[in-house]
């Protein structure tokens, strides 16, 4: 029998091997990147009065900020700093999901994209830094 990939199946084959071979900085950004998305999804399920996707989307961007949360390495300050936003941000999410506010959501994915765009912006950095002026993401 003979086993062929379907584009989804390519897809998260790419996925999977992005991640595996992906920076510690690439890796965080990756994690930025699902929340956003998360987030997005979760504000269009909540238009759509579609409360049990959105109550998804929005646990899954949580547990994100949780896994952030818990790769910080506190000794230091701005470990504390970010555990500060991360936590600031974990509350806006799970506000609006238990109040359902497209308001409240649009906070966090104001803040979520905000952070995705510095720590892009620091991978982009560092990767210009180690590999010299022409490499970019």
């Known amino acids: ?4 990939s379907t584009p989804g199946n390519q897809y998260n084959q790419y996925k999977q091997q992005s991640a595996m071979t992906a920076s510690p900085g690439e890796l965080t950004l990756m994690l930025y990147d699902g929340c956003v998305k998360n987030l997005k999804l979760a504000r269009t399920y909540i238009e759509d009065k579609d409360l049990a996707k959105s109550n ?9 900020i949780a896994e952030l949360m818990r790769t910080l390495d506190t000794r230091y300050e701005v470990g504390k700093q970010l555990l500060a ?3 600031f941000l974990l509350d ?10 497209t308001k409240l959501i649009d906070q966090a ?3 979520a994209t905000g ?3 510095t720590w892009q912006q620091a991978v982009r950095i560092n990767r210009q830094h180690v590999f010299g002026k022409g490499s970019s993401i």
């Open 1 to 4: 029998m003979v086993a062929y």
């Open 56 to 64: 998804e989307a929005s646990q899954k961007a949580q547990a994100i």
């Open 85 to 87: 936003l991360y936590d």
């Open 92 to 101: 806006l999410i799970v506000r609006s999901n238990v109040q359902k506010s």
């Open 109 to 111: 994915l104001e803040f």
């Open 115 to 117: 952070l995705r765009d």
